[in-house]
Structure formats: structure tokens, C-alpha cells
């Protein structure tokens, strides 16, 4: 995963941020955050955030 994040632009991913996206990926979770890191690995990696409240 880290390889292909500093392939496509996206730095300085954490451990922790990296093991907590291949877990979200793994058990087709959505994952609420505010770290920019998730947001921009999301739309590399297909995995979802949560944007909002579900009605």
C-alpha cells in the first residue's frame, strides 16, 4: 500500500494510518476521520469514508 501511495503522490502516511486503512479495506468497513491522509488514500485504494449521517 505504501509503495503505491508514493507512486501516486500521497506522503509521509504513518504506520498506524496505513494498518488502520488495510483494516478498513479487509472488513469492507467505512471509516469516519479527519486526517487528509484518509481522504486522499480512499479515492487511491477504493475503500469508503463516512461523509455523513444515513437517514
Do not use: C, P, W
Request: hydrophobic fraction near 40%; aromatic fraction near 10%; glycine fraction near 8%.
Amino acid at each position: 500500500m505504501q509503495s503505491r501511495n508514493l507512486k501516486n503522490g500521497i506522503n509521509k502516511v504513518g504506520i498506524a494510518d496505513l494498518i488502520i486503512a488495510q483494516n478498513v479495506i479487509d472488513a469492507d468497513l467505512e471509516l469516519y476521520t479527519l486526517d487528509r491522509h484518509f481522504e486522499l488514500m480512499s479515492k487511491l485504494h477504493g475503500f469508503r469514508l463516512f461523509t455523513g449521517y444515513y437517514s
